[in-house]
C-alpha cells in the first residue's frame, strides 16, 4: 500500500511532461500554421511553445515540491524513532527539551537527548555527533538505541559508556564498510576514523544525589534560585571515537539537585552562536534573566532560550542546537504513584538501593 502512493506521484511526473512534449512536437510537424513564416504564424507558434514551456516548469515544481512533502514527512518520523519526545514528567522531575536542525528544512540534526527512568535512578544523555543534519542520523540512532538498552543493564555509568563507545566503534566499523567495500574497514586515513561524539552521562539518584561522566561535551547549568553556575568544572574526558576510554572509569559525584534546582543540558551549538557582529551567545546571562524575578518552569525556560538563541543568530543558525530541562519537583522523602501505569517508574524508584559489596546506582523515574 504504501509502495503504491510512493509511486503514483513519479508516474504522473513522467507521463505529463511527455505529453506536453508530445503537444509541442505534434503543433511543430503537424500543424500547417507552425510551417508558415508570417509574423502572425510567429506569434502563434510562440505563443504555443511558451505555453508548453510554462506547463513543464509548472509540472516540474509540483513534482519537486512533492518529493519535498515527501522528504519532510519521512524525516519526521524519523525524528519521532530516533529523537522521541520525552515525557514531560519523570519520577518526579519536570522535562523539557527541543532541538533545531542547522540543515534548513530538516528535522533530525547531529545533536542526541535522552532520559530514561531505571531501577538505578533517572539516567540522561545529551550528545553531539561530528557534523550535523541527516548526515549525522545514523550515529544519533547507534549511540540512542545502546544508551537505551544498557541504562537499565548497567549498574554503574562506567559501563553505560563503555557500551556507548562499542556501539559507536561497530556502526563507524559497518559504515566503512558500506561507503568503501574494498578497503574492508575503517582505516586510519578513512574520513570515518575521524568520526567523534560528545557525550555527557547524568543519573539523579532517589536521594537527588547527581553523578556525571562527560567525554568532551559542555558542561550543564544548574539554576537555584536566581543563581546559575557550571554544575562543575572538572576537565571532562576527550570525545567518544578517536581515544579509547581510560582503564578506570568511575563517575564524577555533583552534589545534589536539591528539590526546587534545575539542570539546563545543552549542546555546543548554543554558545557557539554568533550574531552579526561575531559575539557569542551568553546562555549564562539569559538564564539568569529569565529565574530573576521568579521560578519559572523548564518549559518556559526552553521557550525563552530558543526566543533568544534565533534572535541573536538572526533565525539562522550555523549548527544543530539541543536544549534539556529538568527540574526536580519532588517532595523530599514522598513519591506519588498514582496508578498501574506507572508501576515500572514509580515502582523502581521505591526499590532501596543496593549494599556497597554490589554497588548500584541510584533509582529514578
Given at each position: 500500500m504504501i509502495r503504491i502512493k510512493a509511486r503514483a506521484p513519479t508516474t504522473r511526473a513522467a507521463v505529463l511532461p511527455t505529453l506536453w512534449g508530445a503537444v509541442a512536437v505534434a503543433y511543430k510537424f503537424g500543424c500547417p500554421l507552425a510551417q508558415q513564416t508570417g509574423l502572425g504564424a510567429r506569434i502563434v507558434t510562440s505563443a504555443v511553445f511558451l505555453a508548453v514551456g510554462t506547463g513543464l516548469i509548472f509540472q516540474v515544481r509540483r513534482a519537486l515540491v512533492r518529493?519535498?512533502?515527501?522528504?519532510?514527512?519521512?524525516?519526521?518520523?524519523?525524528?519521532?524513532?530516533?529523537?522521541?519526545p520525552l515525557p514531560p514528567r519523570l519520577d518526579g522531575l519536570n522535562v523539557a527539551a527541543a532541538?533545531?536542525?542547522a540543515d534548513r528544512g530538516a528535522s533530525v540534526g547531529g545533536d542526541l537527548y535522552e532520559a530514561i527512568a531505571t531501577e538505578y535512578g533517572v539516567r540522561v544523555v545529551m550528545g553531539d555527533v561530528r557534523g550535523h543534519g541527516l548526515a549525522a542520523l545514523g550515529t544519533v540512532a547507534a549511540v540512542l538505541g545502546s544508551f537505551r538498552e544498557a541504562v537499565h543493564d548497567e549498574p554503574e555509568l562506567g559501563g553505560v559508556l563503555r557500551r556507548l563507545e562499542r556501539a559507536l566503534a561497530r556502526h563507524l566499523r559497518e559504515r566503512a564498510r558500506a561507503e568503501?567495500?574494498?578497503?574492508?574497514?575503517?582505516?586510519?586515513?578513512?574520513?570515518v576514523a575521524e568520526e567523534f561524539v560528545t557525550v555527557l552521562l547524568l543519573e539523579i539518584g532517589r536521594d537527588d544525589e547527581l553523578h556525571a561522566l562527560n567525554c568532551g561535551h559542555p558542561w550543564p547549568y544548574r539554576i537555584?534560585?536566581?543563581?546559575?553556575?557550571?554544575?562543575t568544572r572538572v576537565d571532562p574526558l576527550p570525545p567518544l571515537g578517536p581515544f579509547p576510554?581510560?582503564?578506570?572509569?568511575?563517575?564524577?559525584?555533583?552534589?545534589?539537585?536539591?528539590?526546587?534546582?534545575s539542570l539546563v543540558l545543552f549542546t555546543d551549538g548554543v554558545e557557539d552562536a554568533r550574531d552579526g557582529q561575531g559575539r557569542f551567545f551568553s546562555l549564562p546571562r539569559t538564564l539568569r534573566q529569565a529565574v530573576q524575578d521568579h521560578p519559572v518552569s523548564p518549559q518556559t525556560v526552553l521557550r525563552t532560550l530558543f526566543t533568544a538563541l534565533l534572535h541573536h543568530a538572526g533565525g539562522r543558525p550555523t549548527d544543530?542546537?539541543?536544549?534539556?530541562?529538568?527540574?526536580n519537583d519532588r517532595t523530599r522523602g514522598k513519591l506519588t504513584c498514582p496508578g498501574p501505569r506507572d508501576s515500572d517508574t514509580c515502582g523502581s524508584a521505591a526499590r532501596p538501593r543496593p549494599a556497597k559489596d554490589n554497588p548500584q546506582p541510584t533509582t529514578h523515574r
Amino acid at each position: 500500500m504504501i509502495r503504491i502512493k510512493a509511486r503514483a506521484p513519479t508516474t504522473r511526473a513522467a507521463v505529463l511532461p511527455t505529453l506536453w512534449g508530445a503537444v509541442a512536437v505534434a503543433y511543430k510537424f503537424g500543424c500547417p500554421l507552425a510551417q508558415q513564416t508570417g509574423l502572425g504564424a510567429r506569434i502563434v507558434t510562440s505563443a504555443v511553445f511558451l505555453a508548453v514551456g510554462t506547463g513543464l516548469i509548472f509540472q516540474v515544481r509540483r513534482a519537486l515540491v512533492r518529493e519535498l512533502r515527501q522528504a519532510r514527512r519521512v524525516a519526521r518520523a524519523a525524528q519521532s524513532v530516533v529523537l522521541r519526545p520525552l515525557p514531560p514528567r519523570l519520577d518526579g522531575l519536570n522535562v523539557a527539551a527541543a532541538q533545531l536542525s542547522a540543515d534548513r528544512g530538516a528535522s533530525v540534526g547531529g545533536d542526541l537527548y535522552e532520559a530514561i527512568a531505571t531501577e538505578y535512578g533517572v539516567r540522561v544523555v545529551m550528545g553531539d555527533v561530528r557534523g550535523h543534519g541527516l548526515a549525522a542520523l545514523g550515529t544519533v540512532a547507534a549511540v540512542l538505541g545502546s544508551f537505551r538498552e544498557a541504562v537499565h543493564d548497567e549498574p554503574e555509568l562506567g559501563g553505560v559508556l563503555r557500551r556507548l563507545e562499542r556501539a559507536l566503534a561497530r556502526h563507524l566499523r559497518e559504515r566503512a564498510r558500506a561507503e568503501h567495500p574494498a578497503h574492508g574497514g575503517a582505516d586510519p586515513d578513512h574520513p570515518v576514523a575521524e568520526e567523534f561524539v560528545t557525550v555527557l552521562l547524568l543519573e539523579i539518584g532517589r536521594d537527588d544525589e547527581l553523578h556525571a561522566l562527560n567525554c568532551g561535551h559542555p558542561w550543564p547549568y544548574r539554576i537555584s534560585g536566581a543563581r546559575v553556575e557550571p554544575l562543575t568544572r572538572v576537565d571532562p574526558l576527550p570525545p567518544l571515537g578517536p581515544f579509547p576510554l581510560p582503564a578506570e572509569l568511575e563517575a564524577e559525584p555533583c552534589g545534589q539537585l536539591a528539590p526546587g534546582d534545575s539542570l539546563v543540558l545543552f549542546t555546543d551549538g548554543v554558545e557557539d552562536a554568533r550574531d552579526g557582529q561575531g559575539r557569542f551567545f551568553s546562555l549564562p546571562r539569559t538564564l539568569r534573566q529569565a529565574v530573576q524575578d521568579h521560578p519559572v518552569s523548564p518549559q518556559t525556560v526552553l521557550r525563552t532560550l530558543f526566543t533568544a538563541l534565533l534572535h541573536h543568530a538572526g533565525g539562522r543558525p550555523t549548527d544543530d542546537i539541543a536544549l534539556l530541562v529538568l527540574r526536580n519537583d519532588r517532595t523530599r522523602g514522598k513519591l506519588t504513584c498514582p496508578g498501574p501505569r506507572d508501576s515500572d517508574t514509580c515502582g523502581s524508584a521505591a526499590r532501596p538501593r543496593p549494599a556497597k559489596d554490589n554497588p548500584q546506582p541510584t533509582t529514578h523515574r
